[in-house]
């Protein structure tokens, strides 16, 4: 069965500093991988996918992902942090099962981006 | 920007006691998903439409949780009774079609559910 593990379930930093949420994937098959983005409140925001092709992703508001097979991992970066930025960030696998694809999700990073 | 849309925003809700939960999907998008996520966590899926239809609904607790989606639009998700554990947040989503599974899955605000 296909599964996602965030590494770290909290992650602080200071503004202007670079960050990196990682995450692990597990799945026989080729998979298309996903990050979200939730505000305190509010649903789940795309921040980027990587379905093939080149495996540096680059997404919204600064953020870029690099997919490596071998290491079936999948982290997302930014080279300089706001305090806009703190939010809770989902990594996700498409699961294709029956005809019909599913997310599963990981439990979650929450980045606490400090002054 | 179309949007998923959902109500309430927050509903408390005594033990026992009855809730739905409505969601209007993005215009022309046949596949519907209810998530919840649980403070904490990640949202799990409960429920999955493509058109009218229940393709997925493996992880919906059918003694007290239902869902329906009559014209393929709109969706409600019904639990009854509710229970103290069914306190979340429930996330609706849609995506134009599951034939690929590239295809971005939007989700709307959600919906807090909160059992006293």
């Known amino acids: 069965a296909q599964s996602v593990t965030q590494l770290d379930s909290q992650v602080p930093v200071f503004e202007e500093a670079p960050v990196e949420l990682r995450c692990n994937y597990s799945s026989s098959v080729s998979v298309y991988l996903f990050w979200y983005v939730q505000y305190p409140n509010q649903g789940l925001q795309l921040l980027l996918k990587y379905l093939s092709g080149s495996t540096l992703v680059k997404g919204i508001n600064g953020f870029e992902a690099e997919f490596n097979k071998s290491q079936t991992s999948f982290h997302l970066r930014k080279p300089s942090v706001h305090i806009s930025d703190t939010a809770e960030y989902f990594c996700?696998?498409?699961?294709?099962?029956?005809?019909?694809?599913?997310?599963?999700f990981g439990a979650g990073t929450r980045l606490a981006v400090h002054p | 920007e179309a949007e998923v849309a959902q109500s309430p925003r927050y509903k408390i809700t005594e033990k026992s006691q009855a809730v739905a939960f409505w969601c209007d999907p993005i215009?022309?998008?046949?596949?519907l998903y209810w998530y919840r996520q649980i403070l904490g966590q990640g949202p799990e899926l409960l429920v999955q439409f493509q058109d009218e239809s229940v393709v997925d609904d493996s992880q919906l607790p059918k003694d007290r949780f239902s869902a329906e989606r009559l014209k393929g639009v709109d969706s409600t998700l019904k639990i009854q009774p509710a229970e103290l554990g069914d306190s979340a947040m429930y996330l609706c989503?849609?995506?134009?079609?599951?034939?690929?599974?590239?295809?971005?899955?939007?989700f709307g605000e959600g919906s807090w559910l909160t059992v006293v």
């Open positions: 215009s022309g998008h046949a596949t």
């Open positions: 989503a849609s995506s134009f079609s599951t034939a690929h599974s590239g295809n971005t899955i939007y």
């Open positions: 996700a696998v498409s699961v294709f099962s029956g005809g019909y694809n599913k997310l599963i």
